[in-house]
C-alpha cells in the first residue's frame, strides 16, 4: 500500500505544515510514504492523478481545505485502488463534520488514518464537475464567492469576509430569477436558495437536511422560492439546523437523484467551495463512487 499526502501548502497557517510533517514521520517511521505539494489551483488533482497512475493500491491524503480535498476526489472516483480522505488544515473542512464534533482532531491523527477502515460515497455531478458534499446557487452561493473576495483585503479573516459578503448580497437582492426542477417540484420566478446535499454541512456549519447519508444513493434537495428580508430573519435558523419539514411553506424538499437549474443571466454554483459559473446546470447522482478511509471508530 503507498500512502501519497497532498499538502496545500497555502493553508498550512501557524506552522500547521510543520507539525504535519512531524505527525507524518511518526506514523511512518520507516519513511513509506510520499509527500507532495501544491503550488496553485488544480495541483492536487493533477498530484493525485500523478500517484493514480502507478500501480498498486494507494491512499491519498488531501492535505487542506474542502477545495483541496475536491480536487483529489475528482481525480480519484471510479478507481477501485485509490482511497482518499481529507487532513484538516483548511478554514472549512465542512465534508469531515458529518463524523462528529471531533472529526477535525480524529483526522488529525495520521497513525489512525493510516490503518482505519474506508467506505465507497456517492457523488454529484455538477455539469461534470464532482462533488462529494453539498451543491448549491442562489444567495448562499453569492455570499460564498464574495468571502473569497472579501477575505483577500488587508486586515479582513473569514468571519468578517462573510459579514461584509451577506451585508452586499441582502443589498443587491435576496432573491433571483431561476427556474428549478427537483422531481416533481417545479418551481419558475424568484428564487433565494437551491441545494443539493450528499454529505450534510456546509458554509462552516449549515445543515439543511441532517438525515442525509453520503452513500444511500440518494441525494436531498432543499429549494427556497421567493423570500423577504423579515422572512430570511426568520427562518435561516431552522435551515442551517435541518428543520426544512416545520416549514413546507417556505422549504420545498426532495429526495432523488437529479435537479436542473437555469436562469436568464449567469448564476454561480458552489460545489463544496469550487465555484462554477453558468445559466444551466445539472446536478444527478454520480456514475461513480469514491473510496473515503477514516478513523477506525467513527461513523456518519
Same mark, same amino acid.
Given at each position: 500500500?503507498?500512502?501519497?499526502?497532498?499538502?496545500?501548502?497555502? @493553508? /498550512?497557517?501557524?506552522? =500547521? %505544515?510543520?507539525?504535519?510533517?512531524? !505527525?507524518? #514521520?511518526?506514523?511512518?517511521?520507516? +519513511?513509506?510514504?510520499?509527500?507532495?505539494?501544491?503550488?496553485?489551483?488544480?495541483?492536487?488533482?493533477?498530484?493525485?492523478?500523478?500517484?493514480?497512475?502507478?500501480?498498486?493500491?494507494?491512499?491519498?491524503?488531501?492535505?487542506?481545505?474542502?477545495?483541496?480535498?475536491?480536487?483529489?476526489?475528482?481525480?480519484?472516483?471510479?478507481?477501485?485502488?485509490?482511497?482518499?480522505?481529507?487532513?484538516?488544515?483548511?478554514?472549512?473542512?465542512?465534508?469531515?463534520?458529518?463524523?462528529?464534533?471531533?472529526?477535525?482532531?480524529?483526522?488529525?491523527?495520521?497513525?489512525?488514518?493510516?490503518?482505519?477502515?474506508?467506505?465507497?460515497?456517492?457523488?454529484?455531478?455538477?455539469?461534470?464537475?464532482?462533488?462529494?458534499?453539498?451543491?448549491? @446557487? /442562489?444567495?448562499?452561493? =453569492? %455570499?460564498?464567492?464574495?468571502?473569497? !473576495?472579501? #477575505?483577500?483585503?488587508?486586515?479582513? +479573516?473569514?468571519k468578517l469576509a462573510y459579514i461584509l459578503s451577506l451585508i452586499v448580497e441582502v443589498f443587491r437582492g435576496i432573491t433571483k430569477p431561476m427556474t428549478v426542477e427537483m422531481g416533481p417540484i417545479r418551481h419558475s420566478g424568484p428564487t433565494a436558495l437551491c441545494c443539493v446535499c450528499n454529505g450534510r454541512f456546509y458554509g462552516g456549519g449549515f445543515c439543511p437536511v441532517p438525515e442525509a447519508m453520503p452513500d444511500d444513493g440518494v441525494l436531498d434537495m432543499i429549494l427556497v422560492g421567493d423570500l423577504s428580508l423579515l422572512e430570511l430573519a426568520r427562518y435561516v435558523g431552522k435551515y442551517a439546523k435541518g428543520r426544512y419539514?416545520?416549514?413546507?411553506?417556505?422549504?420545498?424538499?426532495?429526495?432523488?437523484?437529479?435537479?436542473?437549474?437555469? @436562469?436568464?443571466?449567469?448564476?454561480?454554483?458552489?460545489?463544496?467551495?469550487?465555484?462554477?459559473?453558468?445559466?444551466?446546470?445539472?446536478?444527478?447522482?454520480?456514475?461513480?463512487?469514491?473510496?473515503?478511509?477514516?478513523?477506525?471508530?467513527?461513523?456518519?
Amino acid at each position: 500500500m503507498r500512502h501519497v499526502f497532498i499538502i496545500n501548502p497555502a @493553508a /498550512g497557517r501557524n506552522g =500547521r %505544515v510543520k507539525k504535519l510533517r512531524e !505527525r507524518i #514521520k511518526a506514523a511512518f517511521p520507516q +519513511g513509506d510514504s510520499q509527500v507532495v505539494y501544491t503550488a496553485g489551483a488544480g495541483d492536487a488533482r493533477r498530484l493525485a492523478e500523478e500517484a493514480l497512475a502507478q500501480e498498486g493500491p494507494v491512499r491519498l491524503y488531501a492535505c487542506g481545505g474542502d477545495g483541496t480535498l475536491n480536487e483529489v476526489v475528482n481525480a480519484a472516483a471510479g478507481h477501485d485502488h485509490a482511497a482518499v480522505t481529507n487532513v484538516p488544515m483548511g478554514t472549512g473542512n465542512d465534508f469531515l463534520r458529518i463524523f462528529g464534533r471531533e472529526e477535525r482532531v480524529r483526522f488529525l491523527d495520521i497513525a489512525a488514518l493510516r490503518d482505519g477502515p474506508q467506505a465507497a460515497f456517492d457523488l454529484i455531478d455538477c455539469n461534470g464537475l464532482l462533488g462529494l458534499d453539498v451543491a448549491c @446557487a /442562489g444567495v448562499d452561493a =453569492r %455570499v460564498a464567492v464574495g468571502v473569497h !473576495r472579501f #477575505k483577500n483585503l488587508p486586515l479582513v +479573516g473569514k468571519k468578517l469576509a462573510y459579514i461584509l459578503s451577506l451585508i452586499v448580497e441582502v443589498f443587491r437582492g435576496i432573491t433571483k430569477p431561476m427556474t428549478v426542477e427537483m422531481g416533481p417540484i417545479r418551481h419558475s420566478g424568484p428564487t433565494a436558495l437551491c441545494c443539493v446535499c450528499n454529505g450534510r454541512f456546509y458554509g462552516g456549519g449549515f445543515c439543511p437536511v441532517p438525515e442525509a447519508m453520503p452513500d444511500d444513493g440518494v441525494l436531498d434537495m432543499i429549494l427556497v422560492g421567493d423570500l423577504s428580508l423579515l422572512e430570511l430573519a426568520r427562518y435561516v435558523g431552522k435551515y442551517a439546523k435541518g428543520r426544512y419539514k416545520e416549514c413546507p411553506e417556505v422549504l420545498r424538499a426532495w429526495h432523488g437523484q437529479e435537479a436542473r437549474f437555469s @436562469a436568464p443571466e449567469e448564476m454561480a454554483l458552489v460545489v463544496d467551495g469550487e465555484v462554477l459559473w453558468g445559466k444551466e446546470f445539472t446536478l444527478r447522482l454520480a456514475g461513480r463512487k469514491v473510496n473515503f478511509f477514516y478513523p477506525a471508530g467513527l461513523s456518519w
